[in-house]
């Protein structure tokens, strides 16, 4: 079975500066890698997605991540943080095309507080 | 599009009352539906899959005969609690995908609805 690991559970950071958010995976099969973010009371929106190709995923509100199979971590990074970027983040991952049923396994989330 | 509804977004019942949650999908035809349940400040457990038109597949530890599951309508699910229970109180979020056999299927995740069992 696969498995995330978020170890930060909290990210403090000042607006304008860089972040970056851990996700790390466990399975013994290809994997598809996703980032959702979640704001107070509200459901999950997907922030990108790693099914195959290039290595660098580029998401909505300047988010990007990395797919590193040797790692096998999936980092979330962002070079200018804003206020409203303030929420929750979940990394998710989902066996790929071969089995699973696209059935998402979450990690604990990273709660994100920007600063001013 | 890909727009998915939850109703109600809060509620509160007294003890032993039982709970329907309904979700759909507004703008799409969602052969696959999940729920999932999460407690303040964790992650996101999925309960079940459910299928249109066939019995929902319940994840280990989940009790079927508390979480009542409904799938009528490509459009509609429905999510039971039965006998509610402090301890069922929780934020318990839908999401609907369209299956396509041989491709990545994305899910698509409503709003949530806030349960408070007193």
């Known amino acids: 079975a696969q498995s995330v690991t978020q170890l930060d559970s909290q990210v403090p950071v000042f607006e304008e500066a860089p972040v970056e958010l851990r996700c790390n995976y466990s399975?013994?099969?290809?994997?598809?890698l996703f980032w959702y973010v979640q704001y107070p009371n509200q459901g999950l929106q997907l922030l990108l997605k790693y099914l195959s190709g290039s290595t660098l995923v580029k998401g909505i509100n300047g988010f990007e991540a990395e797919f590193n199979k040797s790692q096998t971590s999936f980092h979330l990074r962002k070079p200018s943080v804003h206020i409203s970027d303030t929420a929750e983040y979940f990394c998710a991952v989902s066996l790929g095309i071969t089995g699973g049923g696209n059935k998402l396994t979450f990690g604990t989330g990273t709660q994100l507080k920007v600063e001013l | 599009g890909a727009v998915v509804s939850q109703h109600p977004s809060r509620v509160i019942c007294k003890s032993g009352t039982s709970v329907k949650i309904e979700c759909r999908s507004l703008?799409?035809?969602?052969?696959?539906m999940f729920w999932y349940r999460q407690f303040p400040k964790k992650s996101l457990m999925l309960m079940a899959t459910?299928?249109?038109?066939?019995?929902?597949?319940?994840e280990q530890g989940v009790e079927k005969d508390k979480f009542l599951i409904n799938h009528a309508s490509l459009t509609l699910s429905t999510l039971t609690v039965t006998s509610a229970h402090p301890e069922d109180s929780s934020f318990y979020i839908c999401?609907?995908?369209?299956?396509?056999?041989?491709?990545?299927?994305?899910?698509?995740f409503g709003p949530g609805t806030r349960l408070t069992v007193l």
């Open positions: 999401s609907a995908r369209v299956r396509v056999a041989g491709s990545y299927n994305e899910q698509f």
């Open positions: 459910s299928n249109e038109g066939s019995k929902a597949t319940y």
């Open positions: 703008d799409f035809q969602a052969t696959t």
């Open positions: 399975s013994s099969v290809s994997v598809y």
